[in-house]
C-alpha cells in the first residue's frame, strides 16, 4: 500500500492543468498498491484552488497559504513537513515548479 501527495501547482488562485497530469501518475500508484492520494494546494490562492482538486477524487485536500508569490525556499520546508505524514511518493508537475521542489 503506497500513498501519494500530489503538489499542486497554482496559477491565478486556481490549478495549472499541468497538475492533472500528477493526479493521473498518483491515481495510477495509489489504485494499483491500495493505497490513497492526497493533493496539496501551496501558495497564494490555496483554498480557492483546494475547491477544485477536491473534484479528482483525493482522499483529502491540504491547503498552505503562502503570500509573495512562488519562491521555493518558502515553499520546500511546507512541503518536506507534509510528505512526512506517511506519503510512499511524492510528486508534481514536470515543470519547472516540480523541478524546483522535488530534486
Keep these: 500500500m503506497t500513498d501519494v501527495l ?5 496559477m491565478d488562485k486556481g490549478l495549472r492543468r499541468t497538475t492533472l497530469a500528477a493526479v493521473t501518475l498518483a491515481k495510477q500508484i495509489a489504485g494499483a498498491t491500495g493505497g490513497a492520494f492526497d493533493i496539496l494546494a501551496i501558495g497564494e490562492g490555496s483554498k480557492a484552488a483546494a475547491a477544485q482538486a477536491a473534484k479528482f477524487g483525493a482522499r483529502k485536500v491540504i491547503t498552505a497559504e503562502i503570500d509573495g508569490g512562488y519562491v521555493a525556499e518558502r ?4 512541503v518536506a513537513e507534509v510528505a512526512k505524514g506517511g506519503y510512499g511518493i511524492v510528486t508534481a508537475t514536470a515543470s519547472t515548479y516540480g523541478k524546483d521542489l522535488l530534486p
Design 6 to 10: 500530489v503538489v499542486a501547482e497554482l
Design 75 to 78: 515553499y520546500a520546508p511546507t
